[in-house]
């Protein structure tokens, strides 16, 4: 008899962004009328730049002759790609991070769903509240946590993020192993400075703790102090893994390609007192789950940093957060408390006492306006919304019109 993972039972009924995506489906089959503007998901909805689709085709022109078509790529990725990242979005800001340190992958959900297969299944888990899914789901999917009772999962050491911490964690109070971050923070759109960082570093190198550090928003931080990776800290190499993405810094979030650092000094810890290298573990985890990224996209990617793509993303990016300065102004206008959307894509709004399912319902019946309901990011999300900056500018005003109605 072939039995089941039970532990997917402990999951809720289906992903947060699959449920709302029925929701707006149904609300759309029964109102065919309305057109309804999408800032929930964060997707990105303008075209790849032009150097990058120039060395996509390239690469598949590649593809197209015998002399210069690839076949199975490395599974860590190539080394075209991988040197330019090293060089561009770490050595450049004073990271020391070498080629050999970078994992090419398909996506930082993927590899941040998949990072907790290295760990052993009784360490403490330390993970933000509100959060992106993703990080809890996989570690229930592992058999992690207990119940989940009250909005939280047994054995999962909740940080809480609310407006009197600024919607930052703050260190845990009982010893944990693993910590999720991640700045610019999804959902919250709050950024953590150096000072901030550094306690976190501090922390784990105390408690032998190892740091998940999720970048994915890194390209929407404006303000020049804030720090861009966690490698600009002394000492995380030993103590952080990151996690990046070329999805909404280059919109490839349906092109797939991102990146995760795992430096040669971060270790685990064996219970004969030994330690191995993390690096030397993720590495045979690759190589045996995974054949690498397309050699297409990858040269896609590499393209991202010639001067032309750097060029192009700056003005995609900051497209992006145009349009996030336009929510914010609408949001503030209206009188909702909000943060984020400053070095982010994404505005926190506090929905005033309001259950944020029934605020999400009250924009998607009254606007035709889709965001996201933060109690899908966890208990402490519930009295907001995250509406994302994600769509065309016109788009967004017309969404931000529609609010002003709705809301006034
Ligand atoms: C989000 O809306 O939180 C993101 O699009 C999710 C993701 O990047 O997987």
């Given at each position: 008899?072939?039995?089941?993972?039970?532990?997917?039972?402990?999951?809720?009924?289906?992903?947060?962004?699959?449920?709302?995506?029925?929701?707006?489906?149904?609300?759309?089959?029964?109102?065919?009328?309305?057109?309804?503007?999408?800032?929930?998901?964060?997707?990105?909805?303008?075209?790849?730049?032009?150097?990058?689709?120039?060395?996509?085709h390239?690469?598949?022109?590649?593809?197209?002759?015998?002399?210069?078509?690839?076949?199975?790529?490395?599974?860590?990725?190539?080394?075209?790609?991988?040197?330019?990242?090293?060089?561009?979005?770490?050595?450049?800001?004073?990271?020391?991070?070498?080629?050999?340190?970078?994992?090419?992958?398909?996506?930082?959900?993927?590899?941040?769903g998949?990072?907790?297969?290295?760990?052993?299944k009784?360490?403490?888990?330390?993970?933000?509240?509100?959060?992106?899914?993703?990080?809890?789901?996989?570690?229930?999917?592992?058999?992690?946590?207990?119940?989940?009772?009250?909005?939280?999962?047994e054995?999962i050491?909740?940080?809480?993020?609310?407006?009197?911490?600024?919607?930052?964690?703050?260190?845990?109070?009982?010893?944990?192993?693993?910590?999720?971050?991640?700045?610019?923070?999804?959902?919250?759109?709050?950024?953590?400075?150096k000072?901030?960082?550094?306690?976190?570093?501090?922390?784990?190198?105390?408690?032998?703790?190892?740091?998940?550090?999720?970048?994915?928003?890194?390209?929407?931080?404006?303000?020049?102090?804030?720090?861009?990776?966690?490698?600009?800290?002394?000492?995380?190499?030993?103590?952080?893994?990151?996690?990046?993405?070329?999805?909404?810094?280059?919109?490839?979030?349906?092109?797939?390609?991102?990146?995760?650092?795992?430096?040669?000094?971060?270790?685990?810890?064996?219970?004969?007192?030994?330690?191995?290298?993390?690096?030397?573990?993720?590495?045979?985890?690759?190589?045996?789950?995974?054949?690498?990224?397309?050699?297409?996209?990858?040269?896609?990617?590499?393209?991202?940093?010639?001067?032309?793509?750097?060029?192009?993303?700056?003005?995609?990016?900051?497209?992006?957060?145009?349009?996030?300065?336009?929510?914010?102004?609408?949001?503030?206008?209206?009188?909702?408390?909000?943060v984020?959307?400053?070095?982010?894509?994404?505005?926190?709004?506090?929905?005033?006492?309001?259950?944020?399912?029934?605020?999400?319902?009250?924009?998607?019946?009254?606007?035709?306006?889709?965001?996201?309901?933060g109690?899908?990011?966890?208990?402490?999300?519930?009295?907001?919304?995250?509406?994302?900056?994600?769509?065309?500018?016109?788009?967004?005003?017309?969404a931000?019109?529609?609010?002003?109605?709705?809301?006034?």
């Amino acid at each position: 008899m072939i039995r089941a993972n039970e532990n997917y039972r402990k999951l809720k009924a289906s992903y947060l962004f699959s449920d709302i995506a029925r929701r707006v489906d149904r609300f759309q089959k029964e109102h065919p009328d309305i057109r309804v503007i999408r800032l929930g998901i964060g997707d990105v909805t303008r075209a790849l730049p032009p150097a990058v689709v120039t060395a996509f085709h390239k690469g598949v022109d590649d593809m197209a002759e015998d002399a210069t078509f690839r076949g199975y790529g490395p599974e860590q990725g190539y080394l075209f790609l991988r040197e330019k990242i090293a060089a561009h979005d770490f050595q450049a800001r004073g990271a020391d991070i070498a080629a050999d340190e970078i994992f090419v992958s398909d996506g930082a959900k993927c590899d941040t769903g998949n990072f907790q297969e290295l760990f052993a299944k009784d360490i403490r888990i330390a993970i933000p509240d509100p959060v992106y899914p993703v990080y809890l789901d996989t570690n229930v999917m592992a058999g992690r946590t207990g119940k989940f009772v009250e909005g939280r999962y047994e054995n999962i050491v909740y940080l809480d993020c609310v407006k009197e911490n600024r919607f930052l964690p703050r260190l845990p109070e009982t010893p944990v192993d693993l910590i999720y971050l991640c700045f610019p923070n999804n959902p919250t759109g709050t950024c953590a400075t150096k000072k901030e960082l550094t306690q976190w570093v501090a922390y784990a190198r105390q408690n032998k703790a190892l740091i998940l550090f999720d970048a994915a928003y890194e390209s929407f931080i404006r303000d020049d102090a804030l720090p861009r990776t966690i490698y600009e800290i002394e000492g995380a190499r030993e103590v952080a893994v990151e996690f990046r993405s070329f999805s909404k810094t280059a919109g490839f979030t349906g092109t797939r390609c991102g990146f995760t650092v795992v430096p040669k000094e971060c270790r685990v810890f064996l219970s004969n007192g030994e330690s191995a290298s993390l690096h030397g573990l993720w590495n045979r985890r690759q190589s045996t789950k995974f054949n690498g990224v397309s050699y297409p996209v990858q040269k896609a990617a590499e393209a991202v940093y010639t001067s032309e793509g750097q060029a192009q993303i700056r003005e995609l990016v900051a497209g992006y957060l145009e349009n996030a300065d336009i929510i914010r102004k609408t949001m503030a206008d209206l009188g909702f408390d909000h943060v984020g959307g400053d070095n982010s894509p994404y505005i926190w709004v506090d929905g005033q006492g309001r259950d944020s399912w029934e605020f999400f319902d009250l924009l998607l019946h009254n606007a035709g306006v889709v965001c996201t309901p933060g109690g899908g990011f966890g208990r402490c999300g519930n009295p907001y919304i995250r509406i994302s900056a994600f769509n065309s500018r016109s788009n967004v005003m017309e969404a931000m019109d529609r609010l002003k109605e709705a809301l006034k």
